[in-house]
């Protein structure tokens, strides 16, 4: 046989192969539509629900709360890991802690002269890191926002590490901040990255935004529908977000879900039963305007940081570590005055960091804390400070967040109110630690203009929803009160719909 016959019946063989190959796949791609995909079709088409919204929602909501879930537990790890390393062990400060977060033990010597290098260095390396992604400053809810409103929902990569960093160094070297507002940032730049992978329309990038805020929230300050509602609120200053509610809330789960399954799950802030007593509701009410002067205060205080800060002929990223010293200079004159006052060694009163610590020492006291007066000039001289403090670190630009010591100056102004009423009207069922929860609500929910999610979340920081009629009563008039007021620039009205004329 010729070499050009011989490659002809090759050739043909060969051709006969691929002939039956492709028979062969479309016949198994006919079998596995017939089999598989016509059933499935017929039944989504025949129910009663649309199935295909609900697995779409459900796997997005999936993989952005697990990734969301995922890395706020590596933040929360990182932080404490790093911070047990500088605050505890370099510095020797110990920060007060609440009910719900880890304990440690008490550091052998308080070093007070690392205290300002400490903090230096840390906005110093934070401020660095936001050079390359400068939509990391400060907070994280109002760079969110902004993505949200005037980005169409993009967030770049770069956000997502640059933030994590920016946060680990501000926060873990005693930064006046919480863990939530860069989460909030961390987790929505992980709902748009999520968002471009899986190649979703704007309006679903927008909602992946949203969800991936609330997962993070959720994997940080375990409150799943606190934080749910939180988002959707705060787009807007006069509505909420519907569309973006339900995945929120499935993404904030799944979020939670894992968090807990890293961390045991357990009420943040330890608290007495305090029963519901109607005669008591005037004082919620005044409450709540005290509270909302406050909030009136620290805003004027962190503006008037904000624009000094600015005003400094210096490049950005230098900023937060000038803060950084302002910081441990306060704090350091302020604790040993109260330390000298107080009586007792220096110890962490709660400027640095986000201030659970001594919202838990209002509600239930502590040993070396004063009686009588003496208790209520604390807490309200103590509220003043946190927000001169909070003021340093986040009005600097540094990445720290404004939602816990929001929180913390509620509770301060709760605790030092309660105390007076008690004093006042001598009255034993007056427990100051109701009116530290309902004061935190307040005052974050009154600025934040989220009266709602304020509401839930105080419930679910304190397990319990024996003051959800007096928090409702101070959040409606706190939200009143302070509607002219608002913590993040980048909210917006909500769209309105205009009637048709002649309507």
């Excluded at 005037?150 to 926060?171: C, D, E, I, M, Y």
């Excluded at 927000?387 to 102004?413: E, H, K, Q, R």
């Amino acid at each position: 046989m010729s070499c050009s016959l011989r490659a002809r019946v090759a050739f043909a063989r060969g051709h006969d192969r691929m002939i039956d190959r492709r028979s062969f796949k479309r016949f198994w791609l006919e079998a596995r539509r017939r089999l598989f995909q016509e059933p499935v079709d017929v039944a989504l088409d025949s129910s009663p629900v649309d199935l295909r919204i609900v697995g779409r929602t459900l796997f997005h909501a999936v993989v952005v709360g697990a990734a969301a879930g995922l890395v706020g537990v590596l933040f929360v790890r990182a932080l404490d890991s790093l911070q047990l390393v500088l605050l505890h062990g370099l510095v020797g400060y110990v920060p007060l802690r609440a009910n719900g977060e880890d304990a440690v033990k008490a550091a052998a010597h308080f070093r007070w002269w690392l205290v300002v290098p400490v903090l230096f260095a840390g906005g110093l390396l934070s401020g660095l890191i936001m050079r390359w992604a400068p939509e990391t400053r400060g907070g994280g809810a109002d760079a969110t926002l902004e993505a949200y409103h005037s980005g169409q929902g993009h967030v770049r990569n770069r956000v997502l590490p640059a933030k994590f960093l920016a946060s680990l160094f501000t926060l873990s070297s005693g930064g006046a901040g919480g863990r939530e507002g860069p989460t909030i940032q961390i987790g929505g730049a992980i709902g748009a990255l999520a968002s471009r992978l899986l190649k979703v329309n704007a309006r679903e990038r927008h909602i992946l935004l949203l969800a991936g805020a609330a997962a993070g929230i959720s994997a940080v300050f375990r409150t799943p529908l606190g934080a749910a509602l939180l988002v959707v609120e705060l787009v807007y200053d006069d509505g909420f977000e519907n569309d973006a509610l339900v995945p929120s809330v499935l993404a904030s789960v799944v979020s939670y879900a894992i968090a807990t399954t890293v961390h045991p799950e357990g009420v943040l802030l330890a608290h007495n039963r305090y029963p519901f007593i109607p005669a008591h509701l005037p004082l919620y009410g005044a409450l709540a305007i005290f509270t909302s002067l406050g909030a009136v205060l620290f805003l004027s205080l962190y503006e008037t940081s904000k624009s000094f800060f600015k005003g400094l002929k210096v490049p950005d990223h230098y900023r937060p570590a000038i803060g950084a010293a302002f910081l441990g200079l306060f704090t350091l004159a302020l604790v040993f005055a109260l330390s000298k006052a107080l009586n007792v060694p220096m110890r962490g009163f709660g400027l640095l960091g986000g201030g659970y610590g001594l919202v838990q020492v209002a509600i239930t006291n502590a040993p070396w804390l004063g009686k009588g007066w003496v208790a209520v000039a604390f807490f309200a001289g103590m509220m003043v400070a946190k927000a001169i403090a909070t003021s340093f670190t986040v009005g600097s630009g540094g990445s720290a967040g404004d939602f816990a010591p929001s929180m913390a100056m509620g509770g301060l102004i709760g605790g030092a109110f309660g105390r007076a009423a008690r004093l006042i009207f001598d009255d034993p069922r007056i427990d100051p630690g109701a009116f530290v929860l309902v004061g935190m609500g307040a005052f974050y929910g009154g600025i934040a203009h989220v009266p709602l999610a304020a509401l839930v979340m105080v419930c679910e920081i304190a397990g319990t929803y024996d003051l959800l009629v007096p928090a409702m009563l101070a959040q409606g008039i706190a939200f009143i009160a302070l509607r002219q007021h608002s913590l993040y620039h980048s909210q917006r009205k909500m769209p309105r719909v205009q009637p048709p004329p002649g309507s």
